[in-house]
């Protein structure tokens, strides 16, 4: 195996291709199951006059959409890298991210907006069985999809995934609560249907913020993976002296290095690009999931103080 010249682009591997059929798959069914129960909700919400049912409601429906956009993004995800994107779109995923979480605000501000005017009414829901019946679904349902997500999620070490994933568990908390508040309901306490709205808001907005959070890692190319570790493979190399100004960026499952290797200042042309290849080589068997590998040779010298140079991890 060689290192790429400088002007290749980067083709997305088989696997690659496989984890986005199998986030999308897994987007599809998440997406089928959250319509029947936002759908459910909502009606029994509106029927019953209640703000926490209609406020988890609003919540699942904001997961259907976030499915839906996350299956758009995949499909851009999934186009091979062009001249104009040589890294590939991958980002476009984390992009689709960001727009969920941009719904989940959304969402959180009319949920609250419902439970205000609930308390200012000062009148209750009208809960019957047919309330508790559709919770309960919910809750198993929701249960069930976390279970399953989580495997999808952790196979296809998807970003999106792993939001959807996030929603749903806070699916299922936020059902167990109103299922609470209903039974409160009923024994005459009105006002905690109110209130479980306002705490269903407040964990749809929590989302938002982890979401917000785990996009920007990737955005912002944060450090995929510890530089004094590629440090230590490198110099385990015959010829490479030094190695220093370590950059990696990506997934830990999907990123990208670039790396300076210091070599014999007397070494030809020919014993350079050798060893380069073999840096290179070694990263990849290292380490299967980088992409693409960027190695820059530099002639040692004694005379640097490494203690100085601030692009050395050895020496943070």
Not at 135 to 149: D, F, H, I, N, T
Not at 227 to 256: M, N, Q, W
Request: proline share 4%.
């Amino acid at each position: 195996m060689c290192l790429p010249p400088a002007n290749t682009i980067v083709i997305p591997s088989p696997d690659t291709d496989r984890r986005n059929r199998q986030a999308a798959r897994a987007l599809a069914v998440a997406l089928a199951v959250n319509l029947v129960i936002a759908t459910a909700k909502i009606a029994t919400g509106l029927v019953s006059g209640s703000v926490s049912i209609l406020a988890d409601g609003f919540d699942s429906l904001l997961d259907s959409l976030s499915g839906i956009i996350g299956i758009i993004a995949l499909y851009f995800t999934a186009r091979p890298a062009d001249w104009n994107h040589p890294y590939g779109h991958r980002k476009v995923e984390t992009l689709g991210t960001l727009s969920i979480a941009l719904l989940m605000f959304i969402t959180a501000a009319l949920i609250v907006r419902n439970g205000v005017g609930a308390l200012v009414d000062g009148t209750g829901p009208q809960i019957t069985w047919v309330s508790f019946a559709v919770m309960g679904v919910a809750l198993l349902s929701k249960g069930g999809l976390v279970l399953w997500q989580r495997v999808q999620a952790r196979e296809a070490d998807s970003d999106l995934l792993y939001t959807d994933l996030m929603q749903t568990r806070n699916d299922v908390l936020v059902a167990g609560a109103v299922i609470l508040g209903l039974i409160a309901t009923n024994a005459g306490i009105i006002w905690i249907d109110a209130v479980l709205g306002f705490v269903v808001a407040a964990v749809v907005v929590i989302g938002g913020i982890r979401v917000i959070h785990s996009a920007s890692w990737v955005l912002l190319d944060s450090t995929s993976l510890d530089p004094k570790l590629i440090e230590y493979i490198a110099k385990s190399i015959p010829g490479v002296l030094d190695c220093h100004a370590v950059r990696t960026r990506g997934r830990p499952s999907d990123f990208f290095m670039d790396l300076h290797v210091m070599v014999d200042p007397e070494m030809t042309v020919n014993e350079g690009h050798r060893i380069s290849h073999e840096v290179a080589d070694l990263m990849r068997s290292e380490m299967p999931s980088v992409k693409d590998i960027v190695v820059h040779l530099e002639p040692h010298s004694t005379a640097i103080d490494k203690a100085a140079d601030p692009r050395r991890a050895s020496q943070v």
